[in-house]
């Protein structure tokens, strides 16, 4: 857990659009309950049922529908969205078919995504769920860490820039040193990103390799003293103050 769980209320489950065929994957509605919506593995965003968004796409030519197609292209107004992926892709139920759809951003295909059944409800079921499903729409397993991201009001975040000058630190140095100065709960490094997640903080610092100079520090508001006491380590580093936003 990448910060404090925030589950849905009694009252916000209750108003779960739900209608007879509804099939929602193994425990779905249990990690919503418990740890509320959120992003899972920065990749699948689980967000409450919705009936509405994918409704316009029944109007516009974006996939093909064959014979070979688990829904017809007016059948997409019924589906039911119940994640989104950081780069657009939807996941959904259709009532009528029973089945989970996937209806990708880049590609003409929707696809219908067999699942092995599972008995348990809990939230760590779930996970194995998405796992399963990353497993059949890419064909590989996910790489790096294993967290959920919940989403809350009480979070902002603030960038730094560190400039490519000439005998300065690079952002992977960068990077290095502060893993060693504030030892991080969890790290999740690749060849375009570092993040190091802190639960005190309730978010994490984002090293953007791809970038080579952006610095994104994400946290929750009650966590300011270490928020204050992170930046100024970065600028004494060379990073430099670039934009705060609040989301």
């Known amino acids: 857990m990448v910060s404090r769980p925030r589950p849905l209320t009694d009252e916000k ?8 065929g509804d099939s929602f ?27 509405e968004v994918l409704k316009p796409f029944a109007e516009y030519d974006i996939w093909e529908h064959d014979e070979d197609s688990p829904i017809t292209q007016q059948q997409i107004a019924e589906c039911v969205a119940i994640g989104t992926t950081v780069d657009g892709d939807f996941l959904a139920i259709h009532p009528q078919t ?14 219908a995504l067999t699942l092995q059944e599972r008995e348990l409800q809990d939230e760590g079921i779930y996970a194995m769920v998405l796992d399963e499903i990353y497993r059949l729409v890419y064909g590989n397993e996910q790489e790096g860490a294993i967290y959920y991201e919940p989403w809350s009001n009480a979070q902002s975040h603030l960038f730094l820039r560190l400039p490519p000058d000439k005998g300065r630190l690079s952002l992977e140095e960068l990077a290095a040193m502060c893993r060693m100065d ?3 709960d969890q790290i999740v490094e690749n060849e375009y990103t570092c993040l190091l997640f802190y639960q005190e903080m309730g978010g994490y610092i984002r090293f953007n390799y791809a970038y080579g100079q952006e610095v994104g520090l994400f946290y929750n508001h009650d966590a300011q003293q270490l928020l204050t006491l992170m930046e100024q380590w970065l600028l004494s580093k060379g990073c430099e103050r670039y934009a705060e936003h609040t989301r």
């Open 182 to 184: 504030f030892p991080a």
């Open 13 to 20: 489950m209750q108003a779960i659009p739900y209608k007879e």
């Open 98 to 111: 029973e089945q989970l759809i996937w209806l990708p951003r880049h590609d003409e295909q929707v696809k």
């Open 25 to 51: 994957p193994s425990g779905y509605l249990h990690l919503l309950r418990q740890l509320g919506e959120g992003t899972y593995r920065g990749w699948m965003n689980v967000q409450f049922p919705d009936t």
